[in-house]
Structure formats: C-alpha cells, structure tokens
C-alpha cells in the first residue's frame, strides 16, 4: 500500500436555532423553528516526500506540490408546522444557501403531511427540491500533478486497452450543482406494545449527478461521441485504416479533440486520460424501504431488540448524454463509475442483548 497524500482537514462550524410557538389555531399552536448555519472547511493536500521530488513510481512524470482547497457555507432555515386537526398537519420549509467560493446560492423548498389515522397508526407524504453544491477540492484549474498509470478500461474506438495510459485525476472549472427532487408515501404501524413497523415508497429524481467518471466511462462517452458525428453505429464501425468509417473517425477527432481523452493523431490511440469529477446525466431512483423493530423484556434474561431493514430497488434507472436509457438495478455495474453494485433488494438484520452491564448485538 503506498501512501500518496497527507491531507489535512478542518472544520469551523457555526449554528444557531430558534424554537417556539407563533399564535393559536383552533387545532393547536403553529409551531416555528428558524436558524442560521455557517461552516467554513479547508483541506489541506500535503504530498508524500516520493511524490514531491517525482519519485514515486507510479506517477513518475509529475512532481507534485502542496495544494489548500477552502469553502465557506452560509445558510438560513425556516420551518413552520401547521395543524390542521387535532389529527393532521402540515409542515412546510425552506433553506437558503450560499457557497462563497464557489459563487453559487439556492433556495430548497420541502412540504410534508402527517395524519394520524388511528392511534397506532400514522401516515405520511413528502416533496421536496435538493441541492448539493460540489466541494471546493473538485472544483478548480486543470492540473497534471496527480497522474499515474491506468490500471483499467479498453479503448471502445481503437479496441486497444487503457492500461499503462498517463491517466490523471484533477479539479474541473466548470463543475455545476447536483439537483434533485423528493415524493415520498409511507406510513407507521405500532400494532403491538414495542413492535413498530414503518414502509416507505420514495421517488427521487437526480439532474446533473456528481460522479468522477472511470477510465471506461471516458472512453465509452468518447466513443459514442465520434460515432454520432460520423453517423455510424458499433456495428457499421470499422477499425482498419483506411476504412470509410475509420478515416472518419479520425479526422473528426484531429479536428476536434477532446480534452478528457488525448489520443495520437495517427494511431488514435489514447496517451493521457484525464479523470475530473462532472455532472452526469440523469438517475431516476424509486425504492420501497422497510424497517420494523420489536423490542421486548424475558423475565429476569434482559431486554431484546430485533430489527430489519431492507430496501427494495423498482427503478435506477440511468438517462446517458445520448439519450439512451440503461437500467442499473440487478447490476454489478463494473464499466462504469455512474452506479455501484446494485442488488434489488438489500436487507440487514440485528439482534442484541442487554441485561446490567453486558450486551450482546449480532447482525
């Protein structure tokens, strides 16, 4: 395991809250929480000695430097929960924030209605906006300070491997936000003294994902982008010189080159592959989640805790550049870094134990 970075982080936070009651309703009081939120986060990038006098080995041709990364957050909250009836309410809230640095503010939006339909029963539903501005660690100049061998990916244009390509990771300057939108229905159940039982259907629509695409994921978007302008397809492709399709593939690449992928003007083949963490494309998720807990005491044994917690995938459904839809559930998912392994369904099981001052807890 060799070691590249010595990263230093630190964190100022700042946080104030203020709670209460606004006037009266013939249902209850109208509750009130606002707040405000200041945190400033610097990251400091210290080299290893190998690297800063270009000896480390897997990075042989860049002598990196020291390098800060610094952001402030400022942020301010409203919320207000409404009754209706003894029985339903509303909560409605906003959160405005600025990012200094990066020059960017938004303003998230989020209703929520709760009805409890019986005194053991409650139901629920949501929506609301999302908003997550990129770190300042990814945003920035390109640089090739942090390159090495690629160790993964073919070449879908030349048919050639990536592997022993100069591939390097850096900032990108024009990394935008990652916005996402939240429905959410569900409802809890305690149908016994201890047993709670709570399921949620949740549909969350991603625009402009932050991802750092894989050496594969480069290469694939690149290969999709020549055909396209050449009007071929993977099956009319051909890679012999001299071809029709390959001889215009490359003259569109020497014309327009592309600065993520930098390939020989004769061969095509690629000699630097450059990793920046982008906005990609469009995720459509819809989950089911369940979690139930019994807790319960045996006599003079102790007190027991059971629970499950499980997600079940209906939909990841990924919408490429090109328009073309791929679905992700069921999938290891292994040429791409857009989406990890995904099973369909994922649950975990706890079991513990507690009697004076020992406990026991398996899952």
């Avoid at 900032?171 to 569900?186: A, K, M, Y």
Wanted: net charge negative; glycine share 6%; charged share 20%.
């Amino acid at each position: 395991i060799q070691k590249t970075t010595e990263d230093i982080r630190r964190y100022r936070v700042f946080d104030t809250v203020v709670t209460g009651p606004l006037f009266e309703l013939p249902a209850g009081a109208v509750q009130m929480a606002f707040g405000g939120h200041i945190r400033d986060d610097k990251l400091v990038d210290n080299p290893v000695k190998a690297r800063t006098i270009g000896e480390d080995f897997t990075a042989p041709a860049a002598i990196q430097n020291q390098a800060a990364y610094e952001s402030t957050t400022r942020a301010a909250f409203l919320e207000l929960e409404v009754p209706i009836l003894d029985n339903l309410s509303i909560q409605a809230a906003a959160r405005y924030e600025k990012f200094d640095d990066l020059n960017l503010r938004t303003t998230t939006p989020k209703l929520a209605l709760r009805w409890e339909a019986l005194p053991t029963l409650a139901v629920r539903a949501s929506w609301g906006e999302g908003f997550l501005a990129p770190q300042a660690s990814q945003v920035g100049a390109v640089n090739f300070n942090t390159c090495s061998s690629a160790r993964d990916g073919t070449d879908q244009l030349t048919g050639v491997s990536f592997i022993g390509v100069d591939g390097c990771t850096t900032t990108n300057p024009l990394l935008d936000v990652e916005r996402s939108t939240l429905q959410n229905i569900g409802f809890t159940w305690e149908p016994l003294d201890g047993l709670t039982v709570g399921v949620d259907y949740q549909e969350i629509e991603y625009t402009g994902r932050i991802f750092t695409l894989t050496n594969q994921d480069i290469g694939t978007q690149d290969f999709i982008n020549v055909l396209a302008a050449i009007g071929a397809t993977p099956g009319s492709f051909s890679r012999t010189p001299g071809s029709a399709t390959w001889e215009a593939a490359r003259a569109y690449v020497n014309a327009n080159p592309n600065p993520a992928i930098i390939r020989d003007p004769l061969t095509l083949r690629a000699s630097r592959i450059l990793r920046q963490p982008q906005n990609v494309d469009q995720m459509d998720v819809k989950t089911v989640d369940l979690q139930a807990v019994y807790a319960f005491s045996w006599d003079n044994w102790g007190d027991f805790n059971v629970a499950i917690d499980a997600t079940h995938y209906t939909e990841y459904l990924l919408t490429e550049f090109s328009g073309a839809t791929r679905e992700m559930v069921g999938f290891m998912n292994g040429d791409t870094g857009k989406a990890p392994p995904l099973p369909k369904t994922k649950v975990n099981y706890t079991l513990s134990w507690m009697r004076d001052a020992h406990s026991v807890r398996m899952s």
